[in-house]
């Protein structure tokens, strides 16, 4: 059984035609070129900027890595290859993982900033509108009806 197992599958080579994963990596590095351009803008905070672009690297070697492991690696022919280009993936994909993580840590963190400044600002408006309503009650009313 082992035997008919092992000509079934022996010596098929890449798992997927390069003819399939070039054009689709072609058109994900497009994407990712893109969004890397979109994330110019100075409305962006640096911190978001910096993890987002570093991430986007980290997904550009990932797709050159997927497309050597599905297409270029042979685990028949040589099989130490086939295994570091999946670890590679695997790992790249972790660390894709990882920079979500980081960036949605410091979402919450511009998140929490955010809101101190609104509620440092609301608590700024509301003492200046306490000083102007005192000022003005503080100020001697004008006669009614008396010429200068």
Known sequence: ?????????ADYGPLVPLAWTAPAAVIIIGALI?????????D?????????RANTMVQFTLTLMLVYALSIADGDRRPAQFTVAWIGVVLLVLLTI??????SLNTMRLHRRMQRDLRRGAFQDLADAKREQQASSAAPAPRAGGHE
């Open 1 to 9: 059984m082992m035997a008919l197992l092992a000509k079934l599958t």
């Open 98 to 103: 990882g920079f979500a993580i980081i960036d």
């Open 34 to 42: 893109t969004y890397w351009r979109r994330l110019r803008p100075r």
């Open 44 to 52: 962006i905070p640096r911190s978001r900027r910096r993890i987002r």
